[in-house]
């Protein structure tokens, strides 16, 4: 029986040429571009987005090409919920969001994944770079053949569930071999820029939208250092993350990086650089990806998208929460983004750093 795939194809060429590796393998395929907001509430950078209406039509052009049906989904409601009011709460309560974790959970994997089973569909299908391999009816998230273009580390909270109905063509390729791909089959974006930032933050500064978006405005607040002396005045709380030096408005004479962050006060906290190591952290809402893991477990971890993985010790404190020990002091652990754990190349689950 030929296995029906809905293709999530947001418009660039690496969910475009996944859509073409699925049906040269056989698969009955139907594109899903998802509409996630109205453009004239997003500050948008065609350069550097995704799901813009231009995207919807680039999309459009390769599922035509490809004989393929072609739909959108309306799924603003839910990414307003559950990616941009989290992405806002998140930094009002002093934390750093990493908003396209939480798309790949609730959007791709939930509401479009839901939508598959609805229309009795096999896979969900996107352009990540990754790949899901079975063994002994379990199946495991593993890294990218390709190491620089890894995405294994935004997909941990999937589920047994959901990795089993999930194809990832792209992970045995690297991206020079997706570009070749796209423009011998003449696809419209074979040279499209990858989408590089937030998608409805797409001019970068998250802190205006933040205020466009909520009609609010965040005041003034005082600098200071551990011993809370008063070095200067901030310009707003949630301009503000860990580990950040540039952009401060304030000359201190030698540099000086975020380190805190106090709502209730509405203080910021500068240290030196040195004083940003740490080496222990919590996460919670932690997600494993492997059966029966143990209470300690040696492994490596990453506390942000782009970094090499270092060695700790993780210990289990509860099936929610793990708290992670590092073997070296690392910079600047920051609240609300995730750590993920690997053994090698297989994920073994990930959680929110608080």
């Known amino acids: 029986m030929i296995k ?5 194809m947001s418009g660039g060429v690496d969910s475009s040429v996944a859509a073409f590796l699925m049906k040269e393998k056989g698969f ?14 997003i500050a948008l950078n ?30 603003k409601g839910d990414f307003k919920e559950k990616v941009i009011n ?16 939480d798309c790949n959970r609730y959007l791709k994997f939930e509401k479009l994944f839901q939508r598959m089973q609805e229309l009795q569909f096999d896979y969900v299908v996107t352009g990540h770079y990754a790949r899901v391999m079975e063994d002994k009816g379990w199946f495991y998230l593993k890294k990218a053949v390709d190491q620089t273009k890894d995405q294994s580390y935004v997909l941990y909270s999937l589920t047994q569930g959901q990795l089993s109905h999930i194809l990832f063509p792209l ?29 409805f933050v797409a001019d970068g500064d998250y802190a205006a939208f933040i205020e466009r978006y909520t009609g609010k405005k965040y005041p003034e607040g005082d600098f200071v250092d551990r011993q809370g002396n008063v070095l200067g005045r901030h310009q707003g709380i949630i301009r503000y993350t860990n580990g950040q030096r540039k952009g401060l408005g ?51 971890v990453r506390v942000r998208y782009n970094m090499k993985e270092q060695s700790a010790t993780v210990y289990r404190l509860d099936n929610n929460s793990v708290k992670i020990v590092f073997d070296e002091v690392q910079r600047a652990i920051t609240k609300g983004q995730a750590a993920v754990l690997y053994n090698g190349d297989t994920v073994l689950g990930g959680g929110t750093i608080i």
């Open 4 to 8: 029906k795939a809905m293709i999530a």
């Open 28 to 41: 009955d395929c139907v594109g899903a571009t998802m509409k996630l907001y109205d453009e004239e509430n």
């Open 46 to 75: 065609s350069d550097a987005s995704c799901c813009s209406l231009d995207d919807i039509e680039d999309a459009r052009s390769v599922a035509s090409r490809l004989n393929m049906p072609h739909y959108v989904l309306n799924f």
């Open 86 to 101: 989290k992405f806002i709460a998140t930094y009002e309560q002093g934390a750093t969001p990493n908003p396209c974790i």
């Open 171 to 199: 992970g045995e390729y690297s991206k020079s071999d997706i570009r070749t791909i796209a423009e011998k089959q003449g696809f419209i974006n074979a040279r499209k820029k990858d989408s590089q930032d937030i998608c």
């Open 250 to 300: 304030v000359a201190f004479g030698k540099p000086m990086y975020v380190c805190d962050k106090d709502m209730e006060k509405n203080t910021v906290t500068l240290c030196s650089n040195e004083e940003l190591f740490s080496k222990e952290l919590t996460a919670s809402d932690f997600n494993w990806l492997i059966p029966k893991p143990g209470d300690v477990i040696t492994c490596k």
